[in-house]
């Protein structure tokens, strides 16, 4: 599952995940769509946020990089 699936799992939208991890919107989106990795502290707070594992933290982070390159993003 990726980080925008996630995410919309838990209904969030990306203005509150970006409130949450004091960055901007934008950043979030680039998280989305696989252009940055998010850092030890965001992925932390990602995790509560979220309420997972850190294990499905960094497989949405992976699978969000995966989703880029095969649409070639």
Known sequence: MSLTALRKQ?????????QALNVKQATVSQ??????????DAIKKLK?????????????????????IENGR
């Open 31 to 40: 998280y989305e769509n696989g252009k940055r990795e998010p850092s030890v």
């Open 48 to 68: 509560f946020l979220f309420d997972c594992s850190y294990e499905e933290i960094i497989e949405s982070i992976l699978e969000s990089k995966k989703e880029t």
């Open 10 to 18: 838990h209904d969030i939208s990306q203005l509150k995940v970006a």
